[in-house]
Structure formats: C-alpha cells, structure tokens
C-alpha cells in the first residue's frame, strides 16, 4: 500500500522558516516534487528532485528562496523554505511517481500517481 505523508507546516512570521518532510512508502519512487496551492488558485510546481540522481530544479518563484533535498537513509525528502512571505501562504503537497523520463522532475501535476494529503502553511504579516 502506497503511502504519502507530509508533515512540518505551521504558522510562521514573514521573513521565517520552516522544513517541510515527504516520506514515501509502498512503492520504488523516481520522482519526487513539491506543490502548493494557494486559496482560489491553481495547484502549483514548486520543486523537484530524482530519487537516484539528485537532479534538482526550482520553478522561478521561489529559486533562490527554497532548498529540495533527500535522505535516502531516512527515505524523505525535505522542502526548506527560508524568507517566507504572506504570499507563500498555501497547502503544500508532496507528490511522486515510479516511472522515469526527464532528466529533471515534471513540473506539471497530472504525471504524478501518488499525493500526501497536504500540510498548510500560514505565514502572517
């Protein structure tokens, strides 16, 4: 049984930091990716990273800002977000998928097979 859990949201001042954690069971997983989606707005690619290669890529939004990276010990893979700011408020999802292609992880949601339930985030002003 595939299992997706997100955890490490909260509320966090502008200008804060918080560490998001994906652990991923059940399965061989090749891709994993971060996503968030904002209230009234569509669910959007943040980050990703290939399992076995540690290929990472950054949609533009939040290059610079936020860090993907993996544990293969632990099985995770961790989103650090530091310089938070209210338009970061959101739910965050962590997604996956077992098959390979593109040397970096897609950026659009619907190729990804498996998604934790989600983690909100609050950042106040």
């Known amino acids: 049984q595939v299992q997706v859990v997100e955890s490490g949201g909260g509320l966090v001042q502008t200008g804060g930091s918080l560490r998001l954690s994906c652990a991923a069971s059940?399965?061989?997983?090749?891709?994993y990716a971060w996503f968030r989606q904002p209230p009234g707005k569509e669910r959007e690619f943040l980050a990703g990273?290939?399992?076995?290669?540690?290929?990472?890529n950054y949609a533009d939004s939040v290059k610079g800002r936020f860090t993907i990276s993996r544990d293969r010990a632990r099985n995770t893979v961790y989103l650090q977000m530091d310089s938070l700011n209210p338009e970061d408020t959101a739910v965050y999802y962590c997604?996956?998928?077992?098959?390979?292609?593109?040397?970096?992880?897609?950026?659009?949601?619907?190729?990804?097979?498996?998604w934790g339930q989600g983690t909100q985030v609050t950042v106040s002003s």
């Open positions: 997604a996956v998928r077992t098959k390979s292609s593109a040397v970096y992880a897609p950026t659009m949601p619907n190729v990804y097979e498996y």
């Open positions: 059940g399965r061989t997983f090749v891709t």
């Open positions: 990273v290939k399992w076995f290669h540690n290929n990472k």
